[in-house]
């Protein structure tokens, strides 16, 4: 195994729930259950198992096919997965951070919010007059998902889960709500900046967390200009 699977490995391995981040992993790269289970000649339901919990936690030879497998199958679609989080595991400067967290004055409401970021609604717009933010966490998406353990992930939220996470680095819009679904507190709004279409699964995945999903053009200083004077 590469560094980047023994990462991913590790993480796995390290979990306090390792189904769930096994789940992470397997919808980050888009493989289906179905196709995972075809592709390590298992049954779909002995990995929807251990994705439940419902199994012991996965051995070291288990985990290490699972990656692997992951990696071969991103091989054979044309390996974009594999290229993203390539460019995402070079070394970064410890002093180089990868989240920042705002809290505003008083809260905003969500209508409010995405006005004032130029943003457009690719999912859940009903439920944005309903949401009030106190805050906003800007996050590097791939290194999020690289760098963070479960245990810290309650960390991005600062002082109050009633916030927007709002996401740079996105190619498809897939990633941070990977993140999101298996995670175990959500936030409030999402938005994902610069970019064209919006994966499926990324809109999916919003619609049953009842999350409005927004994206945004402006740049990441002008987010930080106009959202820190609230």
Known sequence: MDSLQERIAGEITFSESPGSTMKKWRELFGISQVELAKHLKISTSTISDYEGNRRLSPGAGIIKRFVQSLFEMDTQKGGEVTRNLEKMNLPKAESEPFYSIHDFSAPINGVDFARLIDAKIAANPNYLDNVRIFGYTLLDSLRVILEIS????????????????????VSTGRSPMVVVRVAPIKPRIIVVRNIENMDKLAIKIAQIEKIPLLTTKISVEEIKQRLNNI
């Not at 479960?150 to 996401?167: C, D, H, M, V, W």
Request: glycine fraction near 4%; charge should be negative; hydrophobic fraction near 30%.
């Open 150 to 169: 479960p245990s810290e992930y309650s960390k991005l939220f600062g002082t109050t889960n009633e916030r927007a996470f709002i996401f740079d680095q």
